[in-house]
């Protein structure tokens, strides 16, 4: 049982992660390996050295559930403005958790998210769903939203590119769908990857399945180039994505499943 949680960043007045005005709390350490993760400081669930302009530092500090949580809730007089521009029937903001995987640090998390419940404080979870269903079955407790990546859908795709189990991930997902939570797709098109036709048409028909309130698809944009640097490694080269490719998805998606995305600047 670990008492301090591992965290890059305590990231306030986040527009992005979630309906309203959010603090967002970056968990370090993933189930999965994407190739093209734009958090390279989150993957891998240790403190890590980083040098940026010739200084050096450490991606990663270890906070008690306390310490977290009085964090947050010196931006608590944000979370109840309105978002009158939220399209997800949720008014207010709140605290969003990312990563890496935020739901594998459980330990801390699990008190942590209960905490803010007792405060009433709206929880979002963006999370990469492999992960142990007792822990899923836990959070569904408290979590008003979750963010849900759909990445590859094929199991042997699915096992040698990220390294996740695709049985554990569509069992989750009937979890959490039959718990009848909110929750958004995010779909990250990434050339060579997530773009080809046969993960398309499985993406359509998951998409059929399940009919979450909101799908989002979002364009690889190489944001993590200074931080893979700053750990002394590469980042993969990727296909690159267009615009147009972006509007043919989308475009794709509407037409074979009848349901419309929204093309994401995150
Ligand atoms: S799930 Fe997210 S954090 Fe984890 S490796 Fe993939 S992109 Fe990176």
Redesign the pocket.
């Known amino acids: 049982m670990n008492d301090k949680a591992l965290v890059t960043n305590i990231q306030r007045f986040s527009l992005h992660d979630g309906p309203g005005i959010r603090t967002t709390v970056f968990l370090k350490g ?1 189930s ?3 190739p093209w ?3 390279p400081e ?2 891998l669930p240790y403190p890590e050295e980083y040098v940026k302009d010739g200084k050096k530092g450490i991606y990663g500090e270890y906070l008690s559930c306390d310490e977290i949580y009085s964090e947050i809730i010196k931006d608590r007089i944000f979370y109840d403005q309105p978002d009158e521009s939220s399209e997800l029937g949720v008014q207010r903001g709140g605290v969003t958790f990312s ?3 935020p739901l594998l640090q459980f330990d801390v998390l699990g008190p942590l998210l209960a905490k803010l419940k007792d405060e009433n404080i709206h929880i979002c979870v963006e999370t ?1 769903l492999f992960v142990p269903e007792d822990k899923l079955s836990i959070a569904l407790k408290y979590v008003d939203l979750f963010y849900v ?1 759909v990445k590859i859908l094929n199991g042997d795709k699915c096992k040698n590119v990220l390294g996740g189990n695709l049985k554990q991930y569509m069992s989750n997902l009937d979890f959490l769908f039959a718990a009848q939570k909110s929750v958004v797709f995010r779909i990250p098109i990434i050339g060579g990857f997530t773009d080809f036709s046969e993960n398309v048409t499985q993406i359509v028909r998951l998409l059929k399945k399940y009919n979450p309130i909101k799908v989002e698809i979002i364009k690889e944009h190489n944001l993590g180039k200074n931080k893979y640097h700053s750990l002394g490694k590469e980042p993969l080269e990727l296909n690159k994505i267009t615009d147009e490719d972006m509007k043919h998805i989308k475009d794709e998606i509407l037409t074979l499943s009848g349901i419309t995305v929204e093309i994401c600047k995150v």
């Open positions: 993933c999965i390996h994407c993760c734009e958090n989150n993957l990563g890496g995987e990469c990546d």
